[in-house]
């Protein structure tokens, strides 16, 4: 069943915003040129718990250019007592950010210092000092979960292996752009540039904060420098909004780098106690887990139980009729977390991977045949629920890393393996079935769609959402051009990211973005097909629109294809402009082509996998990555290039985060030591051997998504366990907590 | 005294000093086109200096005319221009950080605080905006420009220390109709995600291809390394990078 697309995943395919990027001309929100505008900076609390007492702003109100202060007398966002060091207690607007800054210096405050906890370790122990606001303590127990018969399930294991394996590291997204808004004021009107990955989300929380009404927010979110989960919920937008009410004035808050890194939101840590049984043919028969998750002071969203999703990624990787979990949420000192790329879907599948590689070598088999052998199949579906999933590739993304990484060829024994520099060699895979990448139709994440046709027959559509990384603009002009028979070439992205303009986008949030969205584009590629047929009945001296067709921007009559007429043959002479529109739901439900029931419930999934090789030197504990294979499904691409531009970047990720991301913290102080990328280092392009790394799409057909396309922005990242699994191939030794510094890598091989 | 001379004067620069440095490249720029811009900051007894930009207007092909911003008089050259801003309006409020800048091969006359970067007054005073702020420590890249054609972190030179340096920034690498070789194989590539990384990753780019028209994969990584990207565009950017010698 191969179907023909006169416009998806086509290789010359161009980002209609490419253009706008590559001359500097995509306006990010600090680009703004407004006349008179003022630049905040923020004074971060000095202790890692305490209140203030009191604050005394004159003497930096009176500096000359300083035009307000605000303090948690008057910024909703900031609130007396501060939980973490660097915490928002002030911030200054001024006419240039130096002024600022120095004034920062002139804020008086009296703080009562607070015990803290930093270490989750120190934080979960009885009697330790109660770090936040959590009425139950610093622990939240997270429910225990069973299916079957765990103990049955362990009694008729021929291994049983308990591990513990974490913490995975506490880090930021390291975004480049920091975050920024600029706020100004026209009467009780407010224009907020913002960049976000949910505009109008973002819009709805500054109602929630600011009691504005939504109908006097005009906010735009056009360029968004990395999103990664960070710009969901940008909190210091709120900090410009204030300072430009009491001045009357533009008000720039661009986060420098410090501010940032301390006041972004983070990862979370997590750490997990795991037992797993397996028969000798290798099949999975009980698996138990406690998981606990570091969520620092504060989670997104409120009340989300970070150790319950660890479980759910869990119970549902792979298969295991017997499964038993409970799960801890510890809060710590730290700064607040929130999402990046996905929540769980890394950490945890980080943690669950690094298990079934130790269950591998136990029972001598193939890591690769362990995980097929014990992969998801699409017939199982959830299983808690029964529910069927709308596709599920977990198999076929794993052949394919393990092939395309010459598997059968490469893997060894761990620490077998010497390579003729006297470096070790080793070769990790891992898998992941995530739950991410679906369709999202709970409010604020539905998505309506617009198009305006113009005179002379081309589309233009208005998109809800910001440009992020992916380029799901130009995906969603993919969509509409395929769904209503415009030439690719005819379909433009018009305004974006804009609430005054465009349809309610949604956010580009647990990946959705692409199966949400493109629901609606195919929605109103349909309308407005549908109304340009009705229009041309007439011209063609037909009765019924029935009669036409539209395919490649010409309408011409079915029975005589010849018979024809350009699009703007008909709009150049209507007098009421064609709007096409559409929604997200009813969605394009391939059950047809997929020949389910109707009125099937079933689950989307986003689908990942990775085959790494590595050469690692004993003497320095240095690891040189020699090849990478990222295999994502994507269930249909839309975008190509944007969809290869996303998985070629969680190679870069996957490395990252198992070598290099994390937020150090003293615990005796409770500060951060690394608030920089200096000291907290990413990949250059040095680092990322760029021709060492391939990127592979998958298309399994969703039955749910338009056109079987789900969303891949978190899936891709989230195989880091093959990094770590390629580093254990190599030396022979388990580490067992990410990032794997060359320190670690020593200390395991008993060099330090 | 007020915290901004305060500030000017703990560096320890002098009006002089200014001046002299101005003085130089005066002398040595070329006539073109040159604007004018005032500083929106401080001066208390300077209302002059709080007026928008002023672009001196060309009064026929070929000739320019250079007009004070504080009494509106007409000069044939800058260094007239000059030595009137300096002979008649130092002691009537003129800040001292008045400095020209050539940046993209236009002369900006312009006052400037001893602390603002050049990044800070490419974005926020010439409204050049290509130029990105991303750590404004000198970490990630982003606003990476070319300084008589060697690459420079912007947020790491002060403006006082880029007069009489010749200063290219994105927006002076093609007309935006035609798109300069590098652009357009980035863009033909699809060769960015988020694009916030890529004005200085295409500046990088240019400062290496003016070197070494022919470079190898290793010598573009290299170049590269110091413009962080943590989309991870970096596999097409490369393919992009070692695209263009046949696009040029």
Redesign the interface.
């Known amino acids: 069943m191969a179907e023909e697309f006169r416009v998806l995943g086509k290789p010359e395919n161009l980002d209609k915003q490419s253009y706008l990027i590559v001359t500097g001309k995509m306006d990010f929100s600090a680009d703004h040129p407004l006349p008179g505008k003022l630049y905040a900076r923020i004074l971060g609390c000095p202790y890692p718990h305490a209140r203030v007492l009191n604050i005394d702003t004159s003497k930096a109100e009176a500096m000359e250019g300083v035009e307000a202060v605000c303090t948690h007398a008057d910024c909703p966002i900031m609130v007396e007592e501060k939980l973490y060091w660097g915490q928002e207690v002030a911030a200054v607007a001024a006419t240039d950010p130096h002024i600022a800054a120095t004034a920062l210096e002139l804020i008086e405050v009296e703080y009562e210092e607070l015990p803290f906890a930093t270490d989750p370790e120190v934080a979960m122990q009885d009697g330790a000092p109660l770090v936040g606001t959590w009425p139950s303590g610093n622990v939240v127990v997270n429910e225990t979960n069973e299916r079957g018969d765990v103990d049955a399930g362990f009694a008729e294991a021929d291994i049983v292996i308990e591990e513990t394996v974490g913490w995975t590291p506490y880090h930021q997204h390291n975004n480049i752009e920091p975050r920024s808004s600029i706020a100004y004021w026209v009467g009780d009107e407010v224009y907020v540039w913002t960049c976000s990955q949910n505009p109008f989300n973002h819009r709805t929380l500054i109602r929630t904060i600011m009691g504005i009404p939504e109908h006097k927010i005009h906010l735009i979110s056009h360029g968004t420098g990395v999103g990664s989960g960070d710009k969901t919920t940008q909190e210091q937008v709120i900090i410009a909004i204030v300072l430009a009410k009491k001045t009357g004035k533009p008000v720039e808050m661009h986060l420098s780098r410090r501010e940032h890194m301390l006041n972004a939101r983070h990862q979370f840590a997590c750490k997990a106690i795991m037992k797993m049984g397996c028969k000798n043919d290798g099949t999975i028969v009980a698996m138990e887990s406690e998981f606990y998750a570091d969520v620092g002071s504060d989670v997104d969203p409120p009340g989300m139980s970070r150790a319950g999703s660890l479980n759910g990624e869990f119970r549902q990787n792979y298969k295991c009729p017997n499964l038993r979990d409970i799960g801890y949420n510890v809060t710590t000192n730290k700064p607040r977390t929130g999402y990046y790329r996905c929540v769980e879907g890394p950490p945890g599948n980080f943690l669950i991977d690094s298990l079934m590689e130790r269950m591998a070598v136990e029972l001598g088999m193939d890591p690769l045949e362990f995980r097929l052998m014990n992969a998801v199949t699409p017939e199982l579906g959830n299983q808690d629920s029964g529910m069927p999933y709308s596709s599920m590739a977990i198999k076929e993304c794993l052949e394919i890393a393990g092939d395309r990484i010459g598997w059968a060829n490469k893997w060894h024994a761990p620490g077998t393996k010497t390579l003729s520099d006297g470096r070790l060699h080793g070769i990790g895979i891992d898998g992941a079935v995530v739950d991410k990448g679906a369709i999202m139709l709970f409010p604020g994440f539905g998505s309506g769609a617009i198009a305006n046709v113009s005179a002379d027959g081309k589309a233009i559509i208005n998109v809800g959402i910001s440009r992020v990384a992916g380029g799901t603009n130009t995906a969603m002009a993919h969509v509409f051009a395929e769904a209503s028979g415009f030439k690719y070439e005819d379909v433009q992205v018009g305004e974006w990211g804009n609430t005054d303009v465009c349809s309610a986008g949604g956010g580009q949030n647990g990946s959705s973005r692409c199966p949400t969205c493109s629901g609606a584009y195919y929605n109103c590629g349909l309308d407005t097909k549908a109304q340009l047929l009705t229009a041309a009945v007439p011209r063609f001296g037909l009765q019924s629109a029935d009669e036409l067709d539209l395919v490649d921007s010409v309408i011409f009559v079915k029975a005589n294809p010849q018979e024809k007429k350009n699009v703007s043959e008909i709009t150049a002479t209507q007098a009421n402009p064609i709007i096409g529109r559409g929604y997200a739901w009813p969605a394009n439900l391939r059950r047809d082509v997929h020949q389910w029931p109707a009125g099937t419930p079933a689950l989307m999934k986003g689908m990942n996998a990775a085959a790494v090789e590595v050469a690692v030197d004993p003497e320095t504990g240095e690891v040189e990555i020699l090849n990478h294979v990222n295999v994502t499904d994507t269930g249909r691409t839309l975008f190509l290039k944007g969809a290869e531009g996303q998985n070629d970047g969680g190679l870069l990720i996957e490395q990252a985060q198992t070598l290099m991301y994390e937020q150090i913290y003293d615990h005796t102080n409770g500060k951060c030591l690394n608030p920089d990328f200096l000291n907290n280092k990413c990949p250059t392009y040095m680092d990322f051997i760029d021709d060492r790394c391939e990127g592979v799409l998958y298309e399994s057909d969703d039955a749910c998504g338009a056109f079987g396309c789900k969303g891949i922005g978190e899936p891709v990242i989230t195989c880091y366990a093959a990094v770590a699994n390629a580093i254990n191939n190599a030396i022979g030794v388990w580490i067992n907590d990410a990032p794997i510094y060359p320190q670690k890598i020593l200390k395991a091989l008993g060099k330090v | 005294m007020?915290?901004?001379e305060k500030?000017i004067g703990s560096k320890g620069i002098s009006r002089r000093e200014f001046l002299k440095d101005a003085g130089i490249v005066v002398g040595t720029t070329a006539v073109g086109s040159v604007f004018l811009v005032s500083a929106?900051?401080?001066g208390?007894t300077n209302t002059v200096t709080k007026t928008?930009t002023q672009t001196i207007t060309k009064t026929q092909a070929g000739t320019t005319a250079y007009i004070c911003p504080y009494d509106n008089q007409e000069f044939d050259t800058l260094s007239a221009l000059k030595d009137h801003l300096e002979a008649v309006h130092m002691g009537t409020g003129v800040r001292e950080g008045l400095i020209v800048l050539n940046v993209n091969d236009d002369q900006y006359l312009l006052e400037v605080?001893p602390?603002?970067t050049l990044a800070?007054v490419l974005?926020?005073k010439l409204?050049l905006?290509?130029?990105?702020?991303?750590?404004?420590?000198g970490?990630?890249g982003?606003c990476t420009v070319l300084m008589d054609g060697k690459t420079v972190y912007s947020c790491l030179v002060l403006a006082l220390d880029a007069q009489g340096k010749h200063i290219q920034?994105?927006?002076g690498l093609?007309d935006?109709i035609t798109?300069h070789p590098i652009?357009?194989a980035?863009?033909?590539?699809?060769a960015?995600?988020?694009?916030?990384?890529?004005?200085g990753v295409?500046m990088s780019a240019k400062a290496l291809l003016d070197n070494n028209p022919n470079p190898t994969?290793e010598q573009?990584?290299?170049a590269?390394?110091?413009?962080?990207?943590?989309?991870?565009?970096?596999?097409?950017?490369?393919?992009a990078i070692l695209d263009v010698p046949r696009r040029l």
């Open positions: 007020t915290e901004k500030l929106c900051s401080g208390e928008t605080d602390d603002w800070f974005r926020n409204g905006t290509a130029t990105k702020e991303g750590c404004n420590m970490e990630c982003t920034t994105l927006e093609s935006e798109l652009q357009q980035l863009y033909d590539l699809g960015h995600q988020c694009g916030y990384c890529t004005p295409i994969r573009v990584r290299e590269l390394s110091g413009n962080l990207c943590i989309c991870g565009a970096n596999k097409k950017v490369v393919e």
